[in-house]
């Protein structure tokens, strides 16, 4: 089952702005990672924050964890054409090492 | 990093029949997945696959329906067996590394079609 919600289902933006979008979960957790997908490819591992973290920097990308809330945050600054594809969050529960829990996913398309 | 590759990266199957996906990958990943994407979905995890041992399936998910196999370190398969049009998807295998703290790498996934 489905441990992460993710909102906004969809998120249109144009070049140059920032693109915000948010995860929550359900049960404890070693860490939460950020995944992109484009098009009808494989997913791409983008960033992961441990349970003891609460922002993490990868070049444009600031992901942010607040436990007491069981939710996290994707930034991406500065947005590009190139950034458009689906994003998903997905946990890694306790005691279950790389058995991931997907999030249903953003899309987000930037526009030039 | 590590490289997944899969094979087939397509298929149009017939109903009824079975189809088995390839995956190989590097020396580095000591822990696979198979993961199913359904149309306009979020991943599923199907199973873990074991080496040289029967695969580990998740709720939902049966042998009998996904056989999966993991002769060696750097190779597994899945096989959808009996296909009908709700299994439809993509199917998607991962690895992670040893000593790594969770990250998974993905193959592009093989995207199956069942008429």
């Known amino acids: 089952s489905q441990q992460g919600e993710e909102d906004p289902q969809a998120l249109s933006i144009q070049e140059g702005e920032n693109a915000t979008m948010n995860c929550s979960y359900k049960?404890?957790?070693?860490?939460l990672q950020w995944y992109r997908q484009n098009s009808g490819r494989g997913l791409v591992h983008l960033i992961l924050?441990?349970?003891?973290?609460r922002e993490k920097h990868s070049g444009r990308l600031r992901v942010t964890l607040d436990t007491s809330k069981k939710s996290s945050s994707l930034l991406i600054t500065a947005s590009r054409a190139a950034d458009t594809a689906s994003y998903f969050c997905?946990?890694?529960?306790?005691?279950?090492?790389?058995?991931?829990?997907f999030g249903a996913g953003t899309q987000v398309v930037v526009t030039p | 990093s590590a490289v997944i590759s899969q094979k087939p990266s397509r298929d149009i199957c017939q109903r009824g029949t079975s189809l088995t996906i390839q995956c190989q990958v590097d020396?580095?990943?000591?822990?696979m997945f198979w993961y199913r994407q359904q149309p306009g979905q979020s991943l599923t995890l199907i199973a873990t696959?074991?080496?040289?041992?029967?695969?580990?399936?998740e709720s939902g998910f049966v042998i009998d329906k996904f056989p999966i196999s993991r002769p060696n370190l750097t190779f597994s398969t899945l096989t959808v067996s009996n296909m009908s049009p709700e299994d439809s998807s993509i199917y998607l295998c991962?690895?992670?590394?040893?000593?790594?703290?969770?990250?998974?790498?993905f193959g592009e996934g093989s995207r199956l079609t069942v008429l």
């Open positions: 997905a946990t890694d529960q306790t005691d279950s090492w790389g058995k991931l829990q």
């Open positions: 049960t404890s957790i070693n860490n």
């Open positions: 924050i441990r349970s003891n973290e």
């Open positions: 020396s580095q990943v000591t822990m």
């Open positions: 696959a074991n080496q040289g041992s029967e695969a580990t399936y």
């Open positions: 991962s690895g992670g590394l040893a000593g790594s703290t969770g990250e998974l790498f």
